[in-house]
């Protein structure tokens, strides 16, 4: 981790961001390497002041902290960047140099900060890495690693020791490496087609003389620098936008369940709960869509928490049975196979809900598993930068609190699903 910026602002605090899993980066080779720029520290801080400053205009922001990104490989292909505003976490942007639109996900918004930092908080918490406490973490070693969708894996060394942090899970690098190599997809996200063979958007350094081979920013070359940005379609979002966190579940529920709390913010933000509580439509939805408990959450004797794991499909039908049992007749739903970032913008405008299903085939003793991720879809935004690349945005909610903007053709994945929803 390095600490750059106008002002040097040194923060660990705790939130969310997402991700994708991929390819070898540097799958495609230039024409002319003499046409690419060396990543520096100032440039990255130039493409996150910029990016936050056009999507809250009249702020100004600091770089306070970069993560290094790695892919499944323990190559480095881009960065996770805290940023401040007056001294305040204001969030974070997710760099992701070989997509052709790097600024893959951000989150611009006061108190919200970088998954690393919340990852460090899961690791103090757990039991495996208790003597954190007592052991001092070197912060100078915390990574974001590629793992399953929409959930990054944050490495930290303690004590000498190299731990990992996955959603609610904290293991060892060994364990991390076996899981990262048993994960499958069959749709792999790429650069633009007509980019992507003799004109990628980054490419390493052939020339690098660094001893950890593409561990450093020095070893990747950018194609072009995103700038000089305007708006195709305004920052838009439902009507009373909810986002329950992870916490909240656990701590009012004693459990958690990423589709249950998705369905539970559509739930709330169309004034439709079970008795006007909370709680008891959680518990609902977690009983109407058959939500199991997960055998991690089985195997794990050290926490009370319950965590569940629910088949895809089943959200957006709880949510209609719910609303017509509570006297929301017109309620409907249309399931979509392959969303797309049309998908949502046309339910958003129509003022319907989103759901939003993410999965991955994991190779186990057993056989294969299906893991995966689940968000309610609240709204969109696109803008485009001086070389014409249109950056386009669903926005999400996933229980880490603050709303996500995710650039959704940079996730890989196995399974793709979805679904619009009409409360009335």
Not at 146 to 161: D, Y
Not at 294 to 318: F, H, L, M, R
Request: hydrophobic residues 35%; contains cysteine; negative net charge.
């Amino acid at each position: 981790m390095k600490f750059i910026g106008r002002k040097f602002v040194a923060l660990l605090l705790a939130v969310m961001m997402t991700l994708s899993l991929g390819v070898s980066a540097n799958a495609a080779e230039p024409a002319n390497y003499d046409d690419y720029i060396k990543v520096t520290d100032e440039i990255v801080e130039s493409i996150v002041v910029e990016w936050a400053e056009y999507v809250s205009p009249g702020r100004s922001f600091d770089v306070s902290a970069i993560y290094d990104y790695y892919d499944q490989n323990d190559q480095l292909i881009g960065y996770s960047v805290s940023v401040t505003s007056n001294g305040i976490p204001y969030g974070y942007v997710l760099l992701d140099f070989f997509q052709e639109n790097m600024i893959s996900e951000f989150v611009i918004e006061e108190n919200a900060v970088n998954i690393c930092e919340t990852a460090l908080a899961e690791l103090q918490s757990n039991t495996r890495a208790n003597d954190l406490n007592s052991r001092n973490a070197d912060m100078s070693s915390v990574k974001l690693h590629k793992c399953l969708p929409l959930t990054p894996a944050v490495s930290v060394e303690v004590g000498g020791t190299e731990l990992y942090a996955i959603g609610d899970e904290v293991t060892s690098r060994n364990e991390y490496k076996s899981l990262s190599s048993s994960i499958s997809v069959s749709e792999i996200s790429q650069p633009t087609i007509a980019n992507s063979i003799d004109n990628p958007p980054a490419i390493y350094d052939p020339n690098s003389e660094n001893e950890t081979t593409y561990g450093h920013c020095g070893d990747v070359m950018l194609r072009s620098i995103p700038t000089g940005y305007t708006a195709v379609d305004p920052d838009t979002r439902l009507n009373n936008p909810k986002s329950f966190s992870q916490s909240w579940a656990e701590n009012n529920t004693g459990s958690y369940a990423c589709a249950i709390v998705a369905a539970l913010n559509i739930m709330y933000q169309n004034n439709c709960l079970l008795n006007n509580d909370s709680v008891k439509t959680y518990d609902w939805l977690w009983d109407e869509t058959g939500t199991k408990e997960t055998t991690s959450s089985k195997n794990d004797t050290s926490s009370d928490i319950v965590y569940g794991s629910t088949t895809i499909g089943k959200i957006a039908p709880a949510i209609v049975k719910l609303a017509k049992q509570l006297e929301k007749s017109n309620s409907s739903y249309t399931s979509v196979s392959s969303p797309t970032y049309q998908t949502y913008k046309s339910a958003v405008q129509a003022g319907k809900s989103g759901v939003l299903e993410f999965g991955v085939t994991v190779t186990a003793d057993n056989g294969t598993e299906r893991q995966g991720h689940s968000v309610s879809v609240v709204g969109f935004r696109s803008d485009r930068d001086s070389s014409s690349t249109v950056h386009q945005y669903i926005i999400v909610a996933d229980g880490w609190g603050s709303f996500r903007y995710m650039e959704l053709s940079a996730i890989d994945f196995t399974d793709k699903a979805g679904a619009t929803i009409s409360i009335g």
